[in-house]
């Protein structure tokens, strides 16, 4: 698979929206306006009872008697986390696969970082989680794109021990963004979700048009891409319906516990051009 990086483009007129709980504490380019101890600093300001001694400029005392602390600008960054499932049921569909229209999302958001002079950290998971260490610029974004151009999916989606060993990646306030098509257990997935903790977080539930669809009928045997296992069964009428009534419940309680979490929950087609998905999940 090679994904072709000509869509970011496209994505040059976004700019990454990151809620107020979250940039109240993190800035993109600007500095934050909280003073403390930092990197830069600001001015001086005159010494009152109870200051921390410690800002005390000593060399400006010497010359005028005075006390002065120093203030300091603190820079405090925002690091975006992108999370993306890479087992083999994402390896479906007919003119883009899951995993490939997934890898654009997660490339595009890494694009969008860097566009704010973030840090972004990719990581890909299936039974395990391979992570990138956060950095800034355009060699950080090659990495990852040669990276996804050279794995494949495989085996099945332990999200849950993906995201239990994964949070100790996350320090402070992130933004985390979750690409899967969730084709595991509900209590699993709740499970996962509640393992992201109080951060800004957006859900992309990925689905292919015929996953939602159901277009076959008759007597199949259908092969679970992850397992390898086999079931011969005769689909009718009924049960496609039966079908999308319970994966759009499935969705819903996806849904409902990404609100019950402060999240952002997407569903998401890999008809739908790529632009207006980000259009849908930036707005």
Not at 69 to 97: A, P, Q
Not at 112 to 136: H, W
Not at 184 to 195: F, G, P, V
Request: glycine content about 6%.
């Amino acid at each position: 698979m090679a994904i072709d990086i000509s869509f970011l483009d496209e994505l040059r007129k976004f700019n990454l929206i990151v809620k107020k709980r979250v940039t109240s504490i993190y800035i993109g380019p600007r500095r934050s306006i909280a003073v403390g101890k930092g990197v830069s600093f600001q001015d001086h300001r005159m010494y009152s009872p109870g200051d921390d001694i410690r800002l005390i400029d000593w060399n400006v005392y010497a010359r005028t008697d005075d006390l002065y602390i120093k203030n300091y600008e603190e820079e405090r960054n925002l690091t975006v986390h992108i999370i993306l499932d890479y087992s083999e049921s994402m390896n479906f569909g007919k003119k883009i696969t899951k995993f490939e229209y997934g890898a654009m999302m997660g490339i595009g958001f890494a694009y969008l970082t860097m566009k704010d002079n973030e840090k972004f950290q990719l990581s890909t998971f299936a039974e395990d989680i391979q992570v990138f260490q956060p950095k800034k610029g355009m060699s950080q974004l090659a990495s990852v794109v040669q990276h996804i151009n050279s794995i494949k999916t495989k085996g099945q989606s332990r999200m849950l021990t993906a995201l239990s060993h994964y949070k100790r990646f996350i320090s402070g306030r992130s933004m985390i963004v979750l690409i899967s098509d969730f084709l595991l257990d509900i209590e699993e997935i709740k499970e996962s979700l509640y393992r992201l903790g109080k951060n800004e977080v957006r859900v992309i539930h990925l689905l292919d048009p015929s996953e939602k669809e159901i277009a076959v009928k008759g007597d199949n045997i259908l092969k679970d891409s992850e397992t390898g296992d086999k079931m011969r069964t005769n689909i009718s009428t009924r049960q496609r319906l039966r079908y999308q009534e319970m994966l759009e419940n499935h969705m819903k309680e996806i849904e409902k516990t990404c609100l019950t979490l402060g999240y952002k929950y997407y569903q998401i087609t890999t008809e739908k051009p790529l632009f207006e998905s980000f259009y849908e999940i930036l707005e």
